[in-house]
């Protein structure tokens, strides 16, 4: 059952000892599929845009009280790009400031293997998803933590198809 409202409010938020809100994210990814119906080796990712406007980021957000981290990693696929697929071993873990709210963060990121592509999702008119290669994403993406979790899965990916 996939809940079609994006939760609200900051009452089951997290925070690490020091403060700092805990923050969750995936990076959606698939393998191109050629005319024929193959799969191909070549990675897409998905990236969202911002909610208030052209910035380009994977889906994150909020790691509550009553949710695991690997729950809420998939809640904010679904609420933020409306996909749907299987969390795997976490990225890495990175501390970065809110250029916006000047507030500090802790962030975690794990790839996501989308299995569905959602119709409808809680944040469908908020956001534009946009499937595409690696070089582009970089290219795109506004945070450097991203980047860095981005890194990560592609040198992942590499190593098992090895």
Known sequence: MVCLVSRTGRHLQRYDNLGRRQVVGCIPYRFKC????????????????????????????????????????????????GVIGNVECELGKWYFISKSHGTFYEGYMFPLLVKEELDFWPEQNVRQRTWMSVKEARDVCQHWWMKEALDILVERLASLQQ
């Open 34 to 81: 050629s005319s024929d119906g193959t799969i191909s080796d070549e990675l897409e990712v998905l990236v969202i845009s911002s909610q208030k406007g052209q910035k380009m980021m994977f889906p994150k957000g909020g790691w509550e009280l009553d949710e695991s981290i690997e729950e809420a990693a998939l809640r904010e696929s679904i609420e933020e790009a």
